[in-house]
């Protein structure tokens, strides 16, 4: 079974920043593009940012020039640094990756369980 622990939201106040980290583990034989996605209330969920195991990145263009996403393929962890953040941000913040657990396995989607980021002053 694979796991994606995500840590680092909270409350900020508008035109601050926060950073969320997301770390993959268990039965990983490969991981593939990792990313964000977020959810606000009454909303569907929506991509953030994501990053191929190769750097390519892909970012909504609601947060180009804002937030910048990395990741440590050795450690298979992801990063999600926000800054200039505005109430619009506000949202459940769900870390993705697509994982094949082993070398027999296709790759599948897994997600973390979500952390909330709040923008408000």
């Known amino acids: 079974q694979v796991q994606l622990v995500e840590s680092g939201g909270g409350l900020v106040q508008p035109g601050g920043s926060l950073r969320l980290s997301c770390a993959a583990s268990?039965?990983?034989?490969?991981?593939?593009?990792m990313g964000w996605y977020r959810q606000a209330p009454g909303k569907q969920r929506e991509l953030v940012a994501a990053?191929?195991?190769?750097?390519?990145?892909n970012y909504a263009d609601s947060v180009k020039g804002r937030f910048t996403i990395s990741r440590d393929n050795a450690k298979n962890t992801v990063t999600l640094q926000m800054n200039s953040l505005k109430p619009e941000d506000t949202a459940v913040y769900y870390c993705?990756?697509?994982?094949?657990?082993?070398?027999?396995?296709?790759?599948?989607?897994?997600w973390g369980q979500g952390t909330q980021v709040t923008v408000s002053s």
């Open positions: 993705n990756a697509e994982v094949s657990p082993t070398i027999t396995t296709r790759r599948n989607d897994y």
């Open positions: 268990g039965s990983i034989f490969r991981v593939y593009a």
């Open positions: 990053m191929t195991s190769g750097g390519s990145t």
